[in-house]
């Protein structure tokens, strides 16, 4: 699944018009005579305040010059967010900013002081995610939430090819549709920043074939940044655990990611994290 910059940019802008509906835009609900959902190409080109045909140029990806008074009008009409107005200029436009990524990627690396964080941070689960949603390095209590890492060949290290092609991962989260979604539209913000990245063909290629849901997922056109949330798990051994998360983004490297669990003092879950960090050090003593 090579990613076609242009192809993207157009399924892009039909998804977004696709979720808008007339009549909350104060534009006529002409009903049963729309062929398509939301809003027409006219009508979004009327209420960005540029010409049908220049929007049409735009949809279609005729070319990647485009103003950013033009982007920020068609992104304003489209009730884009944040991040989706920032995926909007990726595509739409050649960029060179300082997460612009072109061609074959160098070598993920961690740097030295930052696995020391990992693993000094013992009552957190606690792991950094690079490319592609490659996992890169992690602490004990993260591999004992989430799946012994390490036991894993290094391609497996993903979390896309974890959330939908490992079995173990439905039963662990509460709900998995949610957290499917959630990492698919992570990897499209990725990819939207890597272009030009073998590995990150292969691995849609890989999902594609490979993956109903995530096909499903994709075709949603979903964009989502890992910023704060959270994840109920059920674990195998210490049941249910209500974990908040935070992400942490290096301003060197804006490619990789901490994300640490965070957890209520004195709750349920609390207690049953404290009773995975035991299993995960007793596990440990004895191998």
């Known amino acids: 699944m090579a990613w076609d910059r242009r192809e993207e940019l157009g399924e892009f802008l039909r998804s977004r018009r696709a979720r808008l ?12 005579r729309r062929r398509v959902p939301g809003l027409r190409r006219e009508e979004l080109a009327q209420l960005a305040g540029v010409s049908v045909d220049h929007y049409i140029r735009l949809e279609q990806g005729r070319t990647l010059h485009f103003s950013e008074a033009v982007l920020d009008a068609v992104a304003r009409a489209l009730r884009l967010d944040d991040v989706e107005r920032a995926h909007l200029y990726r595509l739409a436009r050649p960029w060179d900013g300082p997460d612009r990524a072109d061609g074959p990627q ?25 490319r592609n949603t490659d996992v890169l390095a992690w602490n004990s209590l993260a591999a004992a939430l989430i799946t012994d890492f390490g036991a894993l060949p290094p391609h497996r290290r993903n979390l896309a090819r974890l959330v939908f092609l490992d079995e173990g991962m439905r039963a662990l989260y509460d709900d998995w549709r949610a957290k499917a979604r959630d990492v698919a539209a992570y990897l499209r913000l990725d990819a939207g ?11 849609l290629d890989e999902l594609s074939a490979a993956s109903p849901e995530f096909r499903d997922a994709w075709a949603e056109h979903g964009l989502k940044d890992k910023t704060h949330g959270r994840y109920v798990y059920h674990h195998p051994v210490v049941g249910r655990l209500d974990l908040g998360f935070e992400t942490l983004r290096l301003p060197d490297d804006p490619d990789q990611a901490l994300i640490a669990h965070t957890v209520e003092e004195d709750s349920p879950s609390h207690t049953a994290l404290q009773l995975l960090a035991t299993w995960a050090h007793d596990r440990m003593v004895a191998r």
């Not at 509906?21 to 006529?28: D, S, V, Y």
């Not at 690396?109 to 690079?130: N, Q």
């Open 21 to 32: 509906r007339p009549a909350e835009l104060g534009l006529p609900d002409h009903g049963s």
């Open 106 to 130: 160098r070598a993920q690396t961690v740097r030295p002081g930052l696995r020391r964080l990992l693993d000094s941070a013992a009552d957190v689960p606690a792991y950094i995610v690079g």
């Open 193 to 203: 920043r890597h272009p030009d990245d073998p590995d990150t063909a292969a691995l």
